[in-house]
């Protein structure tokens, strides 16, 4: 079985930072693509960034320069560093990855790490 667990969420004050960070766990021949999502309070899930298995990167509107996804194959962890952050940054972020395993294509999601950003 193939699992995602994410960590650094919490609390912080506008303008400041938090690095989240994503494991996969698990038989795993390989990982495509990686990403990190978020929910806000009555919003549907986006997409924030994400990153291919060679190092493409990708991201929304809102959080372009302010946000890098970065992984290491090595250990296949995903890491999300959030700069300047602004209280509608505030949500669950969700790990997801796309993963080759002996059961096949796999898409994984983690159990969500809450950010909340306050002004």
């Known amino acids: 079985q193939v699992q995602l667990v994410e960590s650094g969420g919490g609390l912080v004050q506008a303008g400041g930072s938090l690095r989240l960070s994503c494991a996969a766990s698990?038989?795993?021949?390989?990982?495509?693509?990686m990403g990190w999502y978020r929910q806000a309070p009555g919003k549907q899930r986006e997409l924030v960034a994400t990153?291919?298995?060679?190092?493409?990167?990708d991201s929304t509107d809102s959080v372009k320069g302010r946000f890098t996804i970065s992984r290491d194959n090595s250990t296949n962890t995903v890491v999300l560093q959030m700069n300047s952050l602004k209280p509608e940054d505030t949500g669950v972020y969700y790990c997801?990855?796309?993963?080759?395993?002996?059961?096949?294509?796999?898409?994984?999601w983690g159990q969500g790490t809450l950010v909340s950003v306050y002004s």
């Open positions: 997801n990855a796309g993963v080759w395993s002996w059961r096949g294509y796999l898409e994984v």
């Open positions: 698990g038989t795993i021949f390989s990982i495509n693509a």
């Open positions: 990153i291919t298995s060679s190092n493409n990167t």
